[in-house]
């Protein structure tokens, strides 16, 4: 069974500061995806991993993807609050004759303080 | 907005009741998924649609069904519901099942509060 965990699940930093969330997974894939989600929202599709060695930026985010290592990161660099929320992996293990559906880790929950 | 559109928004009703949730894809897109968000079991994939035919189902429980209709909207009938059904419902959709990626667009969610 695929599994995909994230760490932390809890994360609180102060505005300016730099952090790195971390996916890992237990299975081969080479497809990982990152999610945005604030409260009581939908999740919002922040970016798509496809290949070993992938490494996407979107403003103060950065996402990346080791497949041999089977781990993803998120790096945070110079927080602003605008960056509160849920942030989620997820791994298509399409590889072991999924159909598509994706598996998620719990989510880490960011926190940015002034 | 992603284009996955979802209904109702909230959904209150009692125990052993019956309830169904209804999603609409994007544009173009042919399969849909289903979700189960809730507080102790995170999210999880609950079923997949792919053009009218069910083609993955995860950790979904006897008393849930869906199904997708010829114009590619889909239901979630949940049944004999219980107090732990209680979650966010997400419907997400993706173009196609044999596409290089599988990037899925999702709805803004059904929150279902058994009571």
């Known amino acids: 069974e695929l599994k995909v965990e994230q760490n932390p699940l809890f994360l609180s930093m102060q505005e300016g500061k730099n952090y790195t969330i971390y996916c890992n997974y237990s299975?081969?894939?080479?497809?990982l995806y990152w999610y945005r989600q604030d409260p009581g929202k939908s999740l919002e599709s922040l970016f798509v991993?496809?290949?070993?060695?992938a490494v996407k930026q979107e403003g103060r985010l950065m996402a990346s993807l080791d497949t041999k290592a089977r781990l993803s990161t998120l790096h945070i660099t110079a927080a602003v609050h605008d960056l509160s929320a849920t942030y989620f992996c997820a791994v298509d293990p399409r590889r072991l004759g999924s159909q598509g559906n994706l598996i998620f880790g719990k989510g880490t929950k960011l926190s940015v303080k002034p | 907005d992603s284009g996955v559109t979802q209904t109702p928004k909230h959904l209150i009703t009692a125990t052993g009741q019956r309830v169904t949730l209804r999603c609409s894809p994007r544009?173009?897109?042919?399969?849909v998924y289903w979700y189960q968000q809730s507080l102790d079991q995170g999210l999880q994939f609950l079923i997949q649609y792919y053009n009218g035919e069910e083609r993955a189902k995860g950790n979904i429980l006897e008393r849930f069904s869906a199904q997708q209709f010829p114009d590619l909207h889909s239901e979630l009938n949940l049944s004999s519901l219980e107090l732990g059904d209680s979650a966010l419902y997400f419907c997400?959709?993706?173009?196609?099942?044999?596409?290089?990626?599988?990037?899925?667009?999702f709805g803004p969610g059904t929150r279902l509060t058994v009571l």
């Open positions: 991993l496809l290949s070993n060695g």
């Open positions: 299975t081969t894939s080479d497809r």
């Open positions: 997400a959709s993706s173009v196609v099942r044999g596409s290089s990626y599988n990037e899925q667009f």
């Open positions: 544009s173009g897109d042919l399969s």
